[in-house]
Every structure is written in structure tokens, then in C-alpha cells.
């Protein structure tokens, strides 16, 4: 996650370096897209109903895809944002998995917990509510590979952009496994045919 920037000795400076480059600020703009998120929900759950789609449907469609951008966007965006030194120092890359994961066990509690369930938040939304919006994706086993192909490309984007960040495997394992606990805390509730019945799929 990407800690808080400051100017000036210290001390925090309410621009943008603020807003779009310290994980406060963004937490914050996240708060504030929340209205405008639900009434995203609200505008197209209505203009499906006006077409002709089921309320219990349209209002569940709509939610799973505004959860499913909401909830990831701002996660995709603090792991994007560049380090001190991008541009100027060639990607790294490591591929052993767990080794990075036992380093920031070892960095203390408060940042192991941060890192640790930060990544797994990632993609918890994606998991949570694709297989709510897609029956296709009603399967632990897919929503794990959907988390990990998106995962890897996030890694390989931050090796390719030069980011100053590590790609990591056990950054993918971590998001993955985030996703899959998350598709299984919706399991109750996945669609399995579009008139919006609901049972749990066989994973």
C-alpha cells in the first residue's frame, strides 16, 4: 500500500499529491464516490426495469457492477502509483513464492496486517460480485483464476511501467486467495440463470 506523501518537513499538504498519491487521500475520495456510486446503482437498475427486466434482477446486476468497479478501482490505483525512484530504476522481480511473504511477516505486526490484508482486499470485490453479475463465473476455482490473471497483469504492468515497485508471485497468490474467500462469502447469494433465481453453483 502506498504510505502517506508529505512536503515541507513533514507536514501534509491538501493537494493532489495528497488526493491522488497517499492511500488517506484516496481512501477519502473512495468515501466521497460512494453517493455518486449509488446512484449510478439506482439510474441502472431503473433504466433496466424500464426495459422490461425483472426489479430483483435489474437491482442485483446493477449492484454487482458498480460493487465490482467500486470496490476494485481504488485498490488497482494505490498499487499503481508510482515510488520515488520510477522511471529511474529497471522493474524488479520476484518469483519465489512466499519468500516476500515471510519478509513482511518478519517487518512487525502493524505492517504485516497492512500489507498482508491490504492485498487480499484487491480483488475481495471482483470475487464478491462477479459471480453475483455473471453465472459463468459462479465457481471458486474461476473467480481464483480470473483474481490471478488480473493480478499478474497488474505485476507485469508495474515491471513494464518501471514503477519502482517489486512484482511479485506471493502478490498474486495473496489477491487470488482474497478473491476466493470472497466469492465464497457471496456463494449464498450467486446467480445461476437470468431471471435472477439464486442457488449456490457447484464449485
Known sequence: MMPLRSRNGGGVVLDWDFWLYSFTGVVLLTV???????LVVWALAHRRIARGTAPAWAWRKSIAEVGMVYGTAPWIWMIMVPGEQAGKVPGRISLVPLRDLFAVLGSGPMTATIQIVGNILVF????????????????????????????????????VLRLDRVSSVDDVLINAAGAGLAALASRGWWITTATGSTVAAAS
Open 32 to 38: 466521497v464516490a460512494l453517493p455518486p456510486a449509488g
Open 124 to 159: 475481495a470485490a471482483l470475487g464478491f460480485f462477479a459471480p453475483l453479475r455473471f453465472a459463468e463465473l459462479a465457481s471458486v476455482p474461476r473467480i481464483l483464476a480470473l483474481a490471478a490473471g488480473c493480478s499478474v497483469a497488474v505485476e507485469v504492468a508495474q515491471y
